[in-house]
């Protein structure tokens, strides 16, 4: 009987499709063939790559296809990216983040 890597106490039935760790089902999430560890870390955008950093707009997990690099680790997602400019404009809290944009984008501040 091998045992959980998450708990060490249960059974182990499952191997998560990412880590490789052997878990058991209490540890599994079946939807996604992962472990409880691995989902917890998914990207919050695609749902299915482990997360390498947070928007530092909207704060979500993402994964480096669902984000751009702004400088090194200073990421937002795509849909924040995208709608920099407008974002920008309706909340002047964020405008520490257009430092972050030399060389990315142009901001649009009208």
């Not at 599994?28 to 998914?42: D, H, P, Q, R, T």
């Not at 955008?45 to 997990?61: E, F, Q, Y």
């Not at 974002?87 to 972050?100: A, D, M, Q």
Request: a positive charge.
């Amino acid at each position: 009987m091998s045992v959980c890597e998450v708990c060490w106490s249960s059974e182990a039935r499952y191997e998560c499709g990412i880590c490789k760790r052997r878990v058991c089902p209490a540890h599994y999430n079946s939807e996604k063939g992962v472990c409880a560890i691995c989902y917890e870390n998914l990207c919050n955008i695609c749902g299915t790559k482990i997360a390498v950093d947070s928007c530092i707009i909207c704060g979500r997990l993402v994964c480096r296809d669902c984000s751009v690099e702004l400088q090194p680790g200073i990421r937002v997602c795509r849909e924040c990216y995208a709608n920099i400019d407008r974002i920008l404009r309706e909340e002047p809290r964020l405008s520490y983040v257009s430092r972050f944009l030399r060389g990315n984008k142009k901001v649009d501040r009208n």
